[in-house]
């Protein structure tokens, strides 16, 4: 039977780059997706990019650019990327266009018409200086449980408590640094709290066949058993202007929190391939189709897709979800990404290095199973397993026998031998090999191949076909041997080709077949069509490119080059450079040989990135006499540790809390205290002494981030 199926990915955020732990998701999305269109199914996958909220409105602001057009092109940048990786999206939208704002808005006039949206007032943090209400992430300060310091406003990152930004000690706004003042605001509630929806959850989280065991036993934590009370509340789904999104219906300045518009992306998405392939929209939306509608996301968002989403569909008069597929998160060598390591790699650098996509795609199918766990992308072992599994035993079958068919034979298998044992060994496999695909355990289905691949291996191996091709009269079993490797090699690459579609395609070509579908597996290659010569399919993986890889994405921690000339002393950096000795250069008394500057052009002041900075945290270094170490807010630029040569000129307390100017894109030096992420400026005098030193502060209005120009 056809199965009609609607598939998405996680809506990627247009506030950053794709990068190889983002493509986990992407990457078995697709390969699922791809086996279902093998099989006959009508699939649709849609995606789009999630635009909206204050990081981008913040981001764009800082780039002196419109939030439209930032999103604009990141979207051209996410867009490259999933082409360049294969992933097979039907449509990949925005959810800034009219069909998700006009959803969202009927989304919510059918919840407020069930009577599950009320409003009420809410007591938050407001910036006084950039006269908007902050959201909890930009709210900063200390730990109400721990102390520590820098803590966003929802949780500390030291001792895992969470909490409101109301409970923060010594709290700052991460948008201008200013201290934030209470302020009341209508805030409208999605009430997820209302019994009807309790119910609904309970029934829809606690079904067998729809979460994975883990995620199901998660949504138990929150809607508990029947009769008892459960964690639920009511969300809160509205924002104050200033904010990047959609409005909400009859309540000017009130918008909705990203999260409510995000997962109606989906359906904006897929409405526009209904549009354009005719499709009936509402007949796969409504209440009890008989369409399915999967999700793949990261366990990370489990509470948004299991309890929001489901309930926001089932109250608004829609379809919810037949499953939610979770998966676990990437690590690299076992350690989370790294940009000092190089292993935060982008999507972009992987491609821009010359490493085949199809690498990758292959080894996240060997490590991907249906269950939540993280993988681990080991770089040395991801090298070998590509070398020996592709290219040692999958590709080398084809290179081995195909030439002689060609040579020999005009490219024409023999028939007969298309019934030998082993080519019933591989198309008995097919349902196996299916149902493992069906049920996302795609490191057991590349496991199966790989065995039935060395299967084939030993039997060439123990056939000998190059040396069948030099005896007389052997030309029968040099037909048979190859005809049954090739006819192999075309199962295992119908087996392999949704994740390896661009080698399937080349294989395809080669062969002369039409693109390979589930049912081809008893078709078999025909002796009155010939294969063309066979061309390189890939090729093995150079451990320099991997050396490469790494290094494109590490974040340099050598010293930047000494200057040809000294700054002037009126503006003299205060992030000391390391000396021989090892000792920071600002440590020692300067050389005051030459005091006049050379004179630079625009292009050359142009290189430096000053930005405003606010000082979060200012500590004495123990060891070091003239030091103080210094904890920068650059807003949306996140955080930057300084080491400053200011001890003498200033306590500590007194610098918390100000504003002041940094150089941000001063390579990262290593001392012996730690990592110095740029530097602030002063002011001194000729002598540069330090009891007449200033740190340079910028006027009333300037905020974190902002560029100095």
């Not at 929150?222 to 959609?246: N, Q």
């Not at 999958?394 to 068919?405: D, K, Q, T």
């Not at 451990?543 to 490469?548: M, R």
Request: one cysteine or more; hydrophobic letters at 40%.
């Amino acid at each position: 039977m056809t199965r009609r199926l609607l598939v998405t990915s996680a809506l990627p955020y247009a506030n950053g780059q794709i990068h190889i732990g983002h493509l986990v998701e992407y990457i078995q999305t697709d390969i699922w997706v791809r086996f279902q269109r093998m099989r006959g199914h009508e699939v649709w996958y849609a995606c789009a990019d999630d635009t909206h909220g204050t990081p981008i409105m913040l981001r764009a602001e800082s780039e002196g650019i419109t939030p439209k057009q930032l999103i604009d092109r990141v979207w051209h940048e996410h867009k490259a990327d999933f082409d360049g990786f294969g992933v097979s999206f039907d449509n990949f939208g925005s959810t800034d266009c009219d069909e998700n704002r006009e959803l969202a808005q009927g989304i919510y006039r059918n919840l407020r018409a069930a009577g599950l949206i009320e409003t009420r007032d809410v007591e938050q943090f407001y910036d006084p200086v950039k006269q908007m209400f902050l959201p909890d992430r930009f709210v900063k300060g200390e730990c109400p449980k721990c102390g520590a310091a820098d803590q966003y406003g929802d949780s500390c990152e030291k001792c895992g408590a969470t909490y409101s930004p109301t409970e923060l000690k010594r709290p700052y706004s991460a948008v201008s640094g200013a201290v934030p003042v209470r302020k009341a605001s209508e805030h409208h509630f999605f009430k997820l709290s209302d019994p009807r929806c309790e119910a609904f959850l309970r029934d829809w989280t606690q079904a067998t066949d729809r979460l994975q065991p883990e995620a199901r036993n998660k949504m138990r934590e929150w809607v508990g058993e029947a009769g008892d009370e459960s964690k639920l509340g009511d969300w809160d789904i509205s924002r104050d202007a200033p904010y990047f999104g959609f409005e909400i219906p009859d309540a000017p300045g009130k918008y909705f929190y990203v999260w409510l518009d995000a997962p109606v992306g989906y359906y904006a998405s897929f409405q526009r391939i209904c549009a354009r392939e005719g499709l009936d929209f509402a007949e796969w939306t409504r209440p009890g189709s008989a369409t399915e509608q999967y999700h793949f996301i990261g366990k990370d968002i489990l509470y948004f897709h299991t309890l929001f989403w489901p309930a926001m569909l089932n109250f608004a008069g829609y379809r919810t979800p037949t499953n939610v597929f979770a998966h676990g998160f990437l690590t690299v060598d076992g350690e989370k990404m790294s940009k000092s390591r190089g292993t935060f790699i982008t999507a972009a650098s992987y491609l821009q290095q010359g490493l085949n996509p199809e690498w990758l795609r292959y080894y996240f199918a060997a490590k991907l199973n249906a269950s939540l766990e993280d993988i681990d992308l080991k770089l040395e072992d991801f090298v070998a397993r590509v070398n020996s599994d592709l290219v040692g035993k999958y590709v080398n079958i084809a290179s081995r026998c195909a030439g002689f068919l060609a040579k020999r034979f005009d490219g024409r298998v023999d028939a007969a031998a298309l019934a030998h044992p082993l080519v019933a060994e591989l198309r008995g496999a097919a349902d196996e090999i299916a149902t493992l695909y069906e049920a996302r355990e795609f490191a057991k289905a590349m496991r199966r191949v790989m065995e039935l691949a060395d299967g084939v291996n030993v039997f060439v191996d123990s056939e000998k076909p190059w040396e069948l091709a030099k005896l007389e009269g052997r030309d029968a079993d040099l037909h048979r041997v190859c005809t049954v490797a090739l006819e192999c090699f075309r199962l295992l690459t119908l087996y392999l080709k949704p994740v390896l579609p661009t080698v399937a395609e080349k294989v395809e070509a080669f062969l002369d077949v039409p693109p390979l579908a589930w049912g081809d597996v008893a078709k078999g290659l025909s002796a009155d069509q010939p294969v063309k010569a066979y061309q390189h399919l890939m090729q093995r993986i150079d451990t320099k490119l991997i050396d490469a890889l790494v290094a494109a994405n590490r974040q340099t921690l050598a010293p930047a080059p000494a200057p040809a000339t000294k700054p002037a002393k009126a503006a003299t950096p205060v992030q000391p450079a390391p000396s021989p000795s090892g000792a920071a250069m600002s440590e020692t008394a300067p050389d005051n040989a030459q005091t006049d500057s050379a004179h630079i052009g625009i292009d050359d002041f142009a290189k430096v990135d000053l930005r405003i900075a606010r000082i979060a945290k200012a500590e004495h270094v123990e060891g070091a006499d003239k030091l103080l170490r210094l904890q920068l807010d650059l807003g949306p630029m996140g955080t930057r540790q300084v080491f400053a040569g200011i001890k003498s000129a200033y306590a500590p307390e007194a610098l918390e809390g100000r504003l002041t100017v940094m150089v941000a894109n001063l390579a990262p030096r290593k001392m012996k205290f730690g990592i110095s992420e740029g530097m602030v400026l002063a002011a001194s005098d000729e002598t540069g002494g330090v009891t007449g030193l200033f740190i340079l502060s910028p006027d009333n209005g300037a905020q974190p981030g902002m560029k100095v120009r």
